[in-house]
């Protein structure tokens, strides 16, 4: 089969193939006698039946049809390797000229490839590293956090204090930026729950309207709720908090002593001291810091290249990553007991669109990322091998306390898993193989935007 390239556009090309005469000839004979054996012909034996009658039964065309789809399909992964193709879906074929035997054949074949990529240039490019600090006032923290897990609930009559654990019927309402209640919000519903304010999580302003008060009375929090909150219900909405205070409670705290350290580290511990526990736990936020610092640091850097690349973005990958996307929210919404309009605000058509435009935006940077991830892979020759494999079963047995074995006969017989995992590992790899190129500033905290925009420019 001689081939030759068309042409392209974009991520499309075009292949020419020609059939010569004498192979189209013979494969016909072929899938005729293939057809005879699969079907039944009355008063012919399988594989028996005249070319005429096989003809009268598929038509011509159609066995000219199956005949060019075999031979081009024997042919397809020598094409996509000559041409140094890689398909994103399966291969259209069209024959472009009129089929008769004796002749050749020519058809087109159209490639829907990955898009090129253009990488900016990584050496030296400049991206910030916050060091991990631990201060004292952390180390406190979390011995504080421990000392609450550990701790006896003892119901007190008093108003309440900072720290103390407080159940109320809770009802939630959206509101309208004057304040009055949203009409696309769905009937609001009163649960009981319990706010724990040691948490330091908990919004400045449901604390302070619950400071000071006392069992019965009924208090309210009003607040907006970032974008990126995790209840998407509530994501971007001005909201009201309205309280009754049902129930106050303090937590009594165990002494810190050599019990503590046993019913914290296990029996066996070595810690025998408050100054061996506090160290311990500066170790522990070390480790849980540096790992959200390097996560930051990598997800920073594969947008910081991905921002400076050039390539065109396929339609088809971004609209499979709406599909994907939608229906990620849509679960969401179902395991939450909410439906759709009121989770997303796409009620109206103006929330509607709003959503669809958010949701193609999410998809854009998917794509792109995935895109420069695979070109950032293939500039360092990134590969997962076994040894990579048995190193993260090593760190895993080691962090769960189990046998290497076990961890690889999970994934191993769990392929979804294991090929989020080589994902993961790949991830990794590609990330610090560019990192090591760049010119990383360590810094207490990020700067601005604005202010690292305008670093990397006086630094291109």
């Not at 550990?150 to 159940?167: F, Y």
């Not at 997962?384 to 048995?390: M, R, T």
Request: net charge negative; with cysteine; glycine share 4%.
């Amino acid at each position: 089969m001689r081939t030759e390239l068309l042409g392209q556009e974009k991520n499309i090309i075009k292949i020419k193939a020609e059939i010569e005469a004498s192979d189209f000839t013979k494969a016909i004979s072929k899938t005729i006698t293939q057809l005879s054996q699969q079907a039944n012909f009355p008063g012919f034996r399988k594989g028996h039946a005249p070319r005429q009658i096989v003809e009268m039964r598929f038509g011509r065309a159609a066995i000219y049809n199956e005949t060019i789809e075999t031979l081009v399909s024997n042919e397809l992964q020598q094409i996509m390797t000559d041409y140094e193709l890689e398909p994103i879906e399966t291969p259209t074929l069209n024959v472009t000229e009129k089929v008769e035997e004796g002749k050749p054949v020519v058809c087109e074949i159209t490639f829907e490839v990955k898009p090129e990529v253009t990488l900016p240039e990584i050496d030296g490019m400049e991206i910030e590293k916050v060091v991990t600090e631990v201060s004292e006032a952390d180390v406190d923290r979390l011995s504080k956090r421990i000392q609450i897990q550990l701790s006896e609930i003892k119901e007190a009559d008093r108003p309440i204090n900072d720290g103390d654990l407080v159940d109320v019927d809770l009802t939630i309402r959206v509101l309208n930026p004057d304040g009055s209640e949203a009409q696309e919000q769905p009937k609001p519903v009163t649960t009981r729950e319990k706010i724990n304010l040691s948490d330091e999580t908990i919004r400045a302003e449901v604390r302070a309207s619950l400071m000071g008060k006392s069992k019965g009375e009924e208090v309210t929090a009003v607040f907006d709720v970032e974008e990126g909150h995790a209840d998407r219900a509530l994501a971007g909405k001005h909201v009201s908090y309205k309280m009754k205070i049902d129930t106050i409670s303090e937590y009594v705290l165990p002494e810190i002593n050599e019990k503590f350290y046993r019913d914290v580290f296990g029996e066996n511990t070595d810690i025998k001291d408050e100054a061996a526990y506090r160290e311990r736990l500066r170790q522990d936020i070390t480790e849980e810091v540096s790992q959200q610092n390097k996560a930051d640091l990598d997800s920073r850097a594969l947008d910081l290249v991905a921002s400076k690349s050039t390539l065109e973005l396929p339609d088809k990958f971004i609209e499979r990553q709406i599909v994907a996307m939608r229906q990620e929210d849509a679960n969401w919404a179902q395991s939450n007991g909410i439906d759709m309009d009121t989770a997303f605000g796409i009620g109206t058509e103006e929330g509607r669109k709003g959503y669809e435009a958010l949701l193609r935006t999410r998809a854009e940077n998917a794509v792109r990322n995935a895109l420069v991830l695979d070109e950032l892979a293939k500039k360092y020759d990134i590969h997962i091998e076994q040894e990579d494999l048995d190193a993260e079963f090593d760190r895993r047995a080691e962090e769960l306390h189990v046998s290497k074995g076990f961890v690889a006969k999970y994934f191993y017989e769990n392929k979804n898993q294991l090929d989020r995992l080589t994902d993961q590992l790949r991830w990794d790899k590609t990330i610090g193989a560019a990192l090591s190129h760049m010119a990383v500033k360590e810094v207490k905290e990020l700067s601005k935007p604005e202010e690292q925009t305008e670093s990397q420019t006086q630094g291109e």
